[in-house]
């Protein structure tokens, strides 16, 4: 399945999903919500290994919901984001020898549930704060690239830790959350969040397990072979190794943590259609 093929496939989710928003508006219209969102990305993994709230880039979204009650709702979210790492900014020696980089930008649908503390929305009631709780499922799109010789370079196209075949550049996503909520009226909701994403990829910075042995990219690959080998080991760019790669084929190159992680801390305002009909239990 080709990226082109996945990107039309969420257009046509969001799109069903924003029909049915509307259907539903009809019918329960006090159940409805779309809303936006804004704030900074984080990542966790092999430029990031222990700091979970490290932001590396921004992040904007939207969503679509409905609320099946006061307390809980189900939706479709779309979020754009971008993260990216430098071991050149590392305060770790070993990192800084690494001297790898990378920026990817984060395509995001996920179908998340969310869950109230405080009934804020039954008529009558006079809360108006409530934290509350959200995890779903979904899938992202990424394409790590670096800068080599003042060109942009996307990194899976040149297989740097040789592997039998290129990762692929989407994956499954486990989001999950907090995140607090301020009625300011009966339509309109502000709100604040962090979200984790657990995926199932290694490779959102194209880094994961060993430097390869050169036998491992063959002239049948479409990539060149020599680029291959210099963006897999970028130590020899160092002024500090006399041209030299510093690391040889079986030497460590990621954390071999089989999985990569990204946050987003957003801020954002949501628009509830409100109709004389009160949830029904």
Same mark, same amino acid.
């Given at each position: 399945?080709?990226p082109?093929?996945?990107?039309?496939?969420?257009?046509?989710?969001?799109?069903?999903?924003?029909?049915?928003? $509307?259907?539903?508006?009809f019918?329960?219209?006090?159940? %409805?919500?779309?809303?936006? *969102?804004?704030?900074?990305?984080?990542?966790?993994?092999?430029?990031n290994?222990?700091?979970?709230?490290?932001?590396?880039? +921004?992040?904007a979204?939207?969503?679509?919901?409905?609320?099946?009650d006061?307390?809980? @709702?189900? /939706?479709?979210?779309?979020n754009?984001?971008?993260?990216?790492?430098?071991?050149?900014? #590392?305060?770790?020696d070993?990192?800084? *020898?690494?001297n790898?980089n990378?920026? &990817?930008?984060?395509?995001?649908i996920?179908f998340?549930?969310?869950?109230?503390?405080?009934?804020?929305?039954?008529?009558?009631?006079?809360?108006?704060? $409530?934290?509350?709780?959200? %995890? @779903?499922? /979904?899938?992202? !799109?990424?394409?790590?690239?670096? !800068?080599?010789?003042?060109?942009?370079? =996307?990194?899976?196209?040149?297989? &740097?830790?040789?592997?039998?075949?290129?990762?692929?550049?989407?994956?499954?996503?486990?989001?999950? @959350?907090? /995140? +607090?909520?301020?009625? =300011?009226?009966?339509?309109?909701?502000?709100?604040?969040q962090?979200?984790?994403?657990?995926?199932?990829?290694?490779?959102l910075?194209?880094? $994961?397990?060993?430097?390869?042995?050169?036998?491992?990219?063959? #002239?049948t690959? #479409?990539?060149? +072979?020599?680029?291959?080998?210099?963006?897999?080991?970028?130590?020899?760019?160092?002024?500090t $190794? /006399?041209?030299?790669?510093l690391y040889?084929?079986g030497?460590?190159?990621?954390?071999?943590?089989?999985r990569? &992680?990204?946050?987003?801390?957003?801020?954002?305002?949501?628009? &509830?259609? +409100? #109709?004389?009909?009160?949830?029904?239990?």
């Open positions: 399945m080709t082109g093929t996945i990107k039309m496939q969420y257009k046509k989710i969001i799109l069903s999903f924003f029909i049915l928003i $509307s259907a539903q508006k019918i329960y219209a006090q159940r %409805a919500e779309i809303g936006v *969102n804004m704030g900074g990305t984080g990542y966790i993994g092999e430029f290994q222990f700091n979970p709230v490290k932001i590396s880039g +921004v992040n979204g939207i969503f679509a919901k409905i609320n099946i006061p307390y809980w @709702g189900v /939706g479709i979210h779309y754009y984001g971008k993260i990216k790492g430098d071991d050149a900014r #590392s305060n770790n070993e990192l800084r *020898n690494r790898l990378f920026k &990817t930008s984060l395509n995001e996920a998340i549930g969310s869950l109230n503390f405080f009934d804020m929305y039954s008529p009558g009631s006079r809360k108006r704060f $409530s934290p509350y709780l959200f %995890a @779903g499922v /979904g899938g992202v !799109i990424f394409e790590p690239t670096t !800068i080599r010789l003042e060109d942009k370079i =996307k990194l899976r196209e040149y297989n &740097t830790e040789g592997l039998p075949k290129q990762y692929r550049n989407y994956a499954m996503t486990i989001p999950y @959350g907090a /995140g +607090v909520k301020y009625k =300011k009226n009966e339509n309109i909701t502000l709100f604040a962090i979200g984790y994403r657990t995926t199932f990829t290694d490779y910075d194209d880094v $994961s397990g060993k430097y390869p042995d050169p036998s491992q990219w063959n #002239s690959n #479409s990539f060149n +072979v020599g680029i291959s080998q210099e963006l897999s080991d970028r130590s020899r760019e160092l002024p $190794s /006399g041209g030299s790669y040889r084929p030497d460590q190159r990621g954390d071999f943590r089989k990569d &992680t990204y946050v987003f801390v957003n801020i954002g305002i949501s628009y &509830t259609f +409100v #109709s004389p009909k009160c949830f029904t239990f």
